[in-house]
Each structure stands twice: as C-alpha cells, then as structure tokens.
C-alpha cells in the first residue's frame, strides 16, 4: 500500500512543476518593433573627399577652410557654407550658416590655441570683417564685427571673449579713413560687448598681450589735434585691465 502512494505522488509533483514553469512562447516576445531588430551604426566621419566642389578659402598652422555650396557673392567674394578641416586630426567640422568670404589671400585664418575658435578676418584694408566660429556648436559665435589692424595685432582671445581693436574712426587722423580704433570685448556666446578703452580726438588704443587675466594694451596720445600730422609727437603708454571684471566673463 505504501508503495503505490509513492507512485502516485510523484507524477503529482512532477506535473505541477512542469505546469507553473514558465512557457516558451512567453519568455520570447514576437511583438517587439522592427527597429529594435536593426543594429546600431556609428555617424560616418565626414572627409574632404566628400565635398567635390570646394573652393579653398585660407589657412594657418592647423585649420583649412573651404567654401562649399556656393549661393551668391561675387567671383572673388563669394558666399556659401564653410567647412573647417584641422590638419593633424584630419577631422572635417561643417559650420551652419552662410558666409561671404574673400579668396585668393584676402581671408587670414586664426585660431585661439584650444580647438575650439576659429578666427577669420577677412578684408584687403587695414579695416576687416571679423567672423568667429564655433566649432563645438557647429556655428558661428556671436555676430560679425569690424577689427582694425594696430601696432602689436588686431585680437586676443580669453576663454569665451575676443579682445579686438575695433573701426572706430576720426577726421583728424591723417591716415586711411582715419583709424582711431578702442579697444572692445566680446563675449562669444551671449554676443554682448564690453568696450575697454574708447578713443577720442587725442587717443587711441590697440591690444598687446594677455597674461593670465590681466590684459595689456598700448594707448597712443598727442597732446593736441594736429600732433597727428608728426609721428614724434605721438606719445605711447603700456596700459593694464582686468578681464574678470563684471561683464567679461
């Protein structure tokens, strides 16, 4: 009698297992998306190779640009997107937007030394057109502004801030069309403007160098209006600022 309830538990047990395990059909879904299926592909690096017809714009140490798309302009100025190329990274940055440029030399590239501004400043005078890109966003940085070749340079760049001489002219200047430029900050991501030092009918500024957060500009002065006109009575003077004072930053 033992013996045959022994029997008869066991193929209990058994069933009972096999019926609360879990069911094949249930442990595969069948209704998952098709785009769930696909595999993940990486963003294909964009190359040189890729634009057929792109006209050469200017370089310096490390960045070609090119001009690409062409829409407008002028043989010599023409206007279209810009491609970025860095020369030891071989990575391509296409900057949206569109852009007039000057080829054949009258484009200078610069770049501010940690890879994410470049500089151009375009023009054939001393007074040129100045266009920052940004290449982490893609774009440009802030809006075109005037930069007007000085003594010691035109810029400076300070973390998110270009420091230029700007166009600001007087008729009492007897050269060109007058420059008699200030020295002005810009902020490269809000696009506001800080001007440092605003020359007048006896001064004029132009940016020299930067150490650490101090900048160092030249002021040129003249005692009076017509000293202009005689070199050896401009008088210059090493001029300091501190570029983390309310509203650079």
């Known amino acids: 009698m033992k013996k045959f309830m022994i029997f008869v538990i066991l193929p209990c047990l058994m069933c009972l297992l096999v019926s609360c395990g879990p069911r094949s059909e249930e442990a595969t879904p069948t209704n998952l998306p098709t785009a769930a299926l696909i595999p993940l592909t990486t963003t294909r690096q964009l ?87 940004s290449l982490d966003n893609q774009k440009q940085a802030a809006n075109n502004f005037c930069m007007s070749s000085g003594q010691s340079g035109d810029h400076l760049f300070w973390n998110d801030s270009i420091i230029i001489n700007n166009c600001d002219t007087f008729k009492n200047r007897p050269w060109g069309n007058g420059e008699a430029p200030s020295v002005t900050a810009i902020n490269l991501i809000t696009g506001a403007e800080t001007v440092i030092a605003k020359s007048d009918l006896t001064h004029q500024y132009t940016v020299e160098k930067i150490e650490g957060n101090t900048l160092h500009y030249i002021e ?18 090493e001029k300091t600022y501190d570029l983390t004072s309310s509203g650079n930053q």
């Not at 407008?72 to 569109?98: C, H, M, R, W």
């Not at 151009?120 to 001393?126: A, N």
């Not at 040129?220 to 003077?237: A, F, L, P, R, S």
Request: charged residues 20%; negative net charge.
């Open 47 to 133: 190359s040189l190779d890729s634009f057929q017809n792109k006209v050469f714009v200017g370089e310096n140490e490390i960045y070609s640009l090119y001009l690409i798309n062409r829409r407008g302009g002028t043989d010599d100025a023409p206007t279209g997107e810009l491609l970025v190329f860095n020369k030891g990274t071989n990575q391509v940055t296409k900057i949206n937007g569109s852009f007039t440029v000057i080829i054949g030399g009258g484009t200078i590239v610069y770049d501010n030394g940690k890879g994410n501004y470049v500089l151009l400043s375009i023009g054939t005078y001393t007074s040129r057109n100045g266009v920052v890109l």
């Open 220 to 237: 040129t002065y003249v005692e009076n209006e017509v000293d202009w006109q005689n070199q050896e009575k401009q008088i210059t003077d």
